[in-house]
């Protein structure tokens, strides 16, 4: 299986910013989608950011041009840069893998445990 350990969350005034940390461990054979849920209270989960194996990706019209996912492939972690942040950002934030964990298994989602992002004077 494949676990997810993220980082990076925390408080922070408006305007701040903080950069959220996703590392995939455990049987991976290989990971294709890598995005960034979250979910506020009263919420349902959205989607923050999103980033394939090749480079391309795509971003909750919220966050254009306030955050950046990317991703290292060589050490199968994610990462998201939130900028100009508002209080509204404030909620859990999900990493989400679409991965396969071995040669001979299929690619299924897995989820990380969340980190809480709050935005706050």
């Known amino acids: 299986q494949v676990q997810l350990v993220e980082s990076g969350g925390g408080l922070v005034q408006p305007g701040g910013s903080l950069r959220l940390s996703c590392a995939a461990s455990?049987?991976?054979?290989?990971?294709?989608?890598m995005a960034w849920y979250r979910q506020a209270p009263g919420k349902q989960r959205e989607l923050v950011a999103g980033?394939?194996?090749?480079?391309?990706?795509n971003y909750a019209d919220s966050m254009k041009g306030r955050s950046t996912i990317s991703r290292d492939n060589a050490k199968n972690t994610v990462y998201l840069q939130m900028d100009s942040l508002k209080p509204e950002d404030t909620a859990v934030y999900y990493c989400n893998v679409h991965g396969q964990p071995t040669r001979f298994s299929g690619a299924n989602f897995f989820w990380g445990q969340g980190t809480q992002v709050t935005v706050s004077s």
């Open positions: 980033i394939t194996s090749g480079g391309s990706t």
């Open positions: 455990g049987s991976i054979f290989s990971i294709n989608y």
